[in-house]
């Protein structure tokens, strides 16, 4: 038996080719056999079936068909964001085209904790980043896994700025990661600011910077997880100017509106972050991870500074080779923006808003669908793609388990999010494939499988 091919060098194109035709075929017989957006039988149907098509994994003799096997089976068992009816969450479908480039950067492989692992990559880092800041009126960005690590960096930089006594202030209904950052970093108690309509009430932010010591860093969001909704920015950023706060903006669902003409007036204010959240596996179709966090100082980005004499030599800095350890908080890094680049450039700003307006316009179709229903009741028009709906009169608990059933049955994914004291069904609908008759039908299997439980 000779050394198994690589995927790199003058041979990895050969080797991956008939590997291609396996996985692709795979991913077909999966999809097939699951055949809905989710698979049926719930969590230990799930499991058992993925063991037995694991079988031992890591036998004394190794397996030619492992890779066959075990791609079919993650097809069979996966939730599938293409499919018209799995919308519960901010987890979209990635494009074709994202999706080859992101095999490109694994077969290549860099790394962009040094120049001599990743010399084409980090020259690409640094235009797109720099561009995507641009967009947020900032000057310079960071590659990160997503909004929480985006999150924690923007906390951390706000720190080493301020002071370990910085206040964090933040809605109530910020996403999770927000007051989970400040435990990490070993900061003060957050202050949470109510949001009596779900978006930040500036009143009563500005109560609170009056009454709470500083230094404060708010953190306001474009795009909240439970309901898409957008807090007043220009609002929000006229009172951390008079109180010299710090504005942070976790837009890492909203800020894909960036690429609409027609939804971008949405993110008005948003040039006045400091820093500014942005996770493209939301709504700019990258497969994950493919976050960022836009910098308007780029002074700030100093407190990242790492030396570690093998990757970043005082002597080969000074000779021109760029330093990327104050790139990341991580050392080891994959070039998650060859696929940003791809998109961006195949796309164009047209081609990713015209995306925008379509998942927009789903939503708002459903809305519709839902409140001329008399069956359901609609939380509130759709800012974005978000849509919390719920059947009229029924109980939390029959809304629960109606969700739940649909999920072991494959039938649909559907989120949920509690708002005014209730328990909503959230449908997040990122897909732009998906047509009016889909909703349509997704609204209908809601219908039977609520009337199931509510009739017990």
Not at 338 to 357: F, Q, S
Not at 426 to 442: F, I, M, Q, V, W
Request: glycine residues 8%.
């Amino acid at each position: 038996m000779g050394l198994p091919p690589l995927a790199s060098g003058p041979h990895g194109p050969d080797a991956l080719r008939p590997l291609l035709d396996t996985v692709l075929e795979a991913l077909r017989t999966g999809t097939a056999a699951r055949g809905g957006p989710l698979p049926a039988g719930g969590p230990d149907a799930v499991a058992a079936r993925v063991a037995d098509a694991a079988g031992e994994i890591l036998p004394d003799r190794g397996d030619p068909d492992a890779l066959r096997a075990l791609v079919t089976a993650l097809a069979e068992g996966a939730a599938d964001p293409a499919h018209p009816l799995c919308a519960a969450h901010l987890h979209g479908a990635p494009l074709a085209v994202a999706t080859a480039a992101d095999l490109a950067a694994s077969a290549l492989n860099p790394s962009l904790d040094s120049w001599d692992q990743a010399p084409a990559a980090s020259a690409l880092e640094a235009l797109v980043t720099r561009a995507l800041a641009r967009e947020t009126g900032a000057a310079d960005a960071l590659v990160t896994t997503g909004g929480t690590e985006s999150n924690q960096l923007a906390v951390l930089l706000a720190r080493e700025a301020h002071g370990a006594n910085l206040r964090l202030v933040h809605a109530a209904g910020a996403h999770h990661s927000v007051p989970r950052a400040a435990w990490l970093l070993g900061l003060p108690e957050p202050v949470s600011v109510p949001a009596p309509a779900g978006t930040l009430d500036p009143a009563a932010l500005d109560t609170a910077l009056t009454q709470v010591p500083g230094p404060h860093l708010v953190v306001a969001t474009a795009g909240t997880t439970d309901a898409g909704l957008v807090d007043p920015l220009p609002e929000i950023a006229d009172r951390c100017a008079a109180h010299g706060a710090r504005l942070h903006v976790d837009a890492a669902y909203g800020a894909g509106l960036l690429f609409s003409d027609r939804h971008r007036p949405q993110l008005a204010g948003l040039e006045a972050a400091h820093t500014v959240t942005l996770d493209l596996h939301k709504l700019g179709w990258q497969p994950i991870a493919a976050g960022l966090l836009t910098v308007k100082d780029p002074d700030d980005l100093a407190a990242l500074h790492h030396h570690a004499d093998y990757l970043n030599a005082g002597d080969d800095t000074d000779a021109g080779l760029p330093d990327l350890l104050g790139r990341s908080p991580r050392t080891s890094r994959r070039p998650d923006i060859l696929k940003i680049a791809v998109t961006l450039k195949t796309l164009g700003r047209t081609g990713l808003g015209a995306l925008v307006d379509d998942v927009c316009a789903l939503a708002a179709h459903f809305a519709a669908l839902v409140h001329d229903h008399p069956g359901f009741e609609l939380h509130a028009p759709p800012t974005i793609s978000t849509v919390l709906f719920r059947p009229a009169h029924a109980t939390d608990e029959a809304v629960a388990a109606a969700r739940r059933t649909l999920l072991t049955t494959g039938g649909a994914v559907l989120g949920r999010a509690r708002a005014d004291g209730r328990l909503w069904l959230k449908a997040t609908l990122l897909n732009p494939h998906t047509r009016p008759d889909d909703l349509a039908a997704l609204l209908a299997l809601v219908h039977t499988t609520l009337e199931g439980h509510t009739a017990r």
